[in-house]
């Protein structure tokens, strides 16, 4: 069965970086892309962006642009999202999801803390 | 880029009411379009897609319509289980956006 299984949760200080993974099973990996979506405390999904696991292309959402990237390591079958220069508007549970879109599986989200 | 816009953006029903969901596109999408349900502390889960084909093993009393810029969600008999934020999303394009969220609960 398909499975998205995510990294552990996190706590950083302001101006740090995270790197969120997102380990994939049950399917060729190399088939499909990955998205990376957020949610802040109370507050509404946000689509962050894409990653095709075939060839690497990315497309990220203009608000991110400059401070996420997002990469693949087809070997293990692993994503990552990395996103820099952190913000105390950045905390948010990061979910990410098997692309293309419609999302029919997510992984189970990482907390992302900013604070001092 | 397109935005998509949900309303209401909350609504409170009684078990067995008919509830109506709207989103609209500030472009055409034709039927790009897909719902989700997010129960409180889970995550989301994909209901319908193509705008009105419901995702196996959702509960046929979900439906959705619409083409180009305006769509429903329609519940049909509300049930205590559907208590749960709605979201639509697009997916016409390389950049999948995310209406703002209905939060439904029971009267």
């Known amino acids: 069965q398909v499975q998205l299984v995510q990294s552990g949760a996190e706590v950083k200080k302001p101006g740090a970086s995270v790197k969120v993974s997102c380990k994939a099973s049950?399917?060729?990996?190399?088939?499909?892309?990955i998205s990376w979506v957020r949610q802040a405390p109370g507050q509404g999904l946000e689509w962050m962006g894409w990653i095709s696991a075939y060839n690497g292309n990315t497309n990220y959402a203009q608000k991110l642009q400059g401070r996420v990237t997002m990469t693949t390591d087809t070997s293990t079958s692993t994503a990552y999202m990395e996103l820099r220069s952190l913000r105390s508007d950045d905390t948010a549970v990061y979910y990410c999801?098997?692309?293309?879109?419609?999302?029919?599986?997510w992984g189970q989200g990482t907390l992302v803390t900013v604070s001092s | 880029d397109i935005q998509m816009t949900q309303s209401p953006s909350s609504l409170s029903a009684s078990v067995g009411d008919r509830v109506t969901i709207t989103c609209r596109a500030s472009?055409?999408?034709?039927?790009?379009l897909a719902w989700y349900q997010q129960k409180p502390g889970k995550v989301p889960k994909l209901l319908i897609y193509a705008a009105s084909t419901l995702q196996s093993g959702v509960p046929s009393r979900f439906s959705g319509s619409g083409s180009g810029t305006d769509f429903t969600l329609t519940i049909s008999s509300l049930q205590p289980e559907d208590v749960a934020t709605y979201y639509c999303?697009?997916?016409?394009?390389?950049?999948?956006?995310f209406g703002g969220g209905t939060k439904v609960e029971i009267k």
């Open positions: 999303q697009k997916y016409n394009s390389a950049s999948l956006t």
């Open positions: 472009q055409g999408i034709s039927n790009y």
């Open positions: 999801a098997r692309v293309p879109a419609p999302y029919d599986y």
């Open positions: 049950g399917y060729t990996f190399t088939s499909y892309g």
